[in-house]
């Protein structure tokens, strides 16, 4: 059965409720919730929805501040990246290699003289020509016919050496005398021309060797009154600086030169 229920009228007017401290409604709860831990570690202390929010928030503010900003950057100021151990082939394209690169002259270093041989295969030959002043008259048995001869740069770099491979000497005179001619590794005191060849023991113990116009195999060859005395020679030789030296001897004839240029030696090298 229906039941009737009273109905109480309130009075017009403002009720007043008196204060109630933060916590102490416990149905109500706090009004202030502290934020979820957003360290690595795992928060499981117990909290509200706005204490996760809070938590999350933090997260993402953490998040944007170790994340560089987005577009090119320097390296310093860029997020390093880790190719994965089992990476596929990344595909490039563009041009990475020209048909003419370019080469600065100016970076190349600097080549001195040393032995060390760059793009050299086996030994540069070369000549060298000397014309003593000779005695324009007669000259005596063992006398030396001119004065110093120096072969400068026999050796490509100072204390180098080589082989000296032939030796030719012109007479333009046609005497067709036995010369001598005398080589040493450095300078010696040579004799004055057309003056007894004797030789210091000193020097001597320089000499590299002694070439002959008795030895050469055709002798002398006469082209008109000239005559020329080509001698193959095998002599190796190691010069104390780059410049090999030498004297003329004539050991046993008496030539009688017409002009004081009336002989030319040349020597045939081959250096190391």
Known sequence: MPKDVDVV?????????????????????????????????????????????????????????????LGQATMAASMPVAIASNQSAVPVSGTFWQDTQPVSIATAPALVASEAHIGEVGSPGTTISQTPTVTVGAYTAGDAVGGLLTFANAARVSGGGGVVKGVLIIDDAGQDAELELWLFNQTFTAMADNAPW?????????????????TSDQGWMAAGTPSVCDIEVAKRYDLVGTSLFGQLVSPTDTPTFAATDDVTVKVMLLQD
């Not at 202030?32 to 997260?59: C, F, H, P, Q, Y």
């Not at 004797?198 to 008795?214: K, R, W, Y």
């Open 198 to 214: 004797a030789p210091s023991e000193a020097d001597l113990e320089n000499c590299i060797g002694v070439v002959s116009t008795a």
């Open 9 to 69: 009228s309130m009075p017009a007017g403002t009720i007043e409720l008196g204060a109630i401290v933060d916590g102490a409604d416990v149905a109500q709860g706090a009004t202030t919730d502290a934020a979820a831990s957003s360290s690595v570690a795992e928060d499981t202390t117990a909290r509200t929805g706005i204490g996760l929010w809070k938590g999350i928030k933090n997260i993402l503010i953490l998040l944007n501040a170790k994340f560089a900003a």
